[in-house]
């Protein structure tokens, strides 16, 4: 039994074999992700009933094994952010600002041959989908 954040199996191996620049998707539980997907792209369905688990349960695992060096959201075409957003920022590592892509752009960008993993999650909340692009490990 495994003593990280993260347990999941699958997740843990899909993120193992990703590399520097690779993307991974934690989505809402609206996210198309059967049809919004690229041509190397795992999906793993954690969408156990509404609500559970979170996005930014999701997101705080998911940091706690890899290193980010860019995050990307989906802006709403009216009003502001939202609140999603500002919990997403806390979670980021300190100075790295969310890129905002518009709707059709962000599903571009997800379906591009880089995404390596989209997460599905039972989050109810609109526009709670983050798009990571994966670090690098610094030598010891």
């Known amino acids: 039994m495994l003593k990280y954040e993260l347990i999941h199996p699958e997740i843990i191996g899909f993120l193992a074999g990703a590399g520097h620049g690779a993307r991974v998707l934690i989505a809402d539980a609206n996210f198309p992700a059967s049809t919004k997907v690229g041509p190397n792209t795992n999906v793993v369905y954690l969408d156990l009933s509404p609500g559970i688990p979170t996005a930014t349960q999701v997101l705080q695992a ?20 939202p609140t999603i957003f500002a919990e997403f920022q806390r979670l980021l ?16 960008a997800v379906m591009e041959p880089d995404t390596a993993l989209i997460i599905q999650t039972g989050e109810q909340r609109l526009y709670a989908n983050i798009l990571l692009t994966l670090g690098v490990v610094a030598p010891k």
């Open 62 to 81: 998911v940091l706690s094994a890899v290193n980010v060096e860019e995050a990307a959201v989906m802006q709403p075409e009216k009003g502001g952010d």
């Open 93 to 108: 590592p300190p100075g790295m600002e969310l890129k905002r892509l518009d709707r059709f752009a962000f599903y571009e």
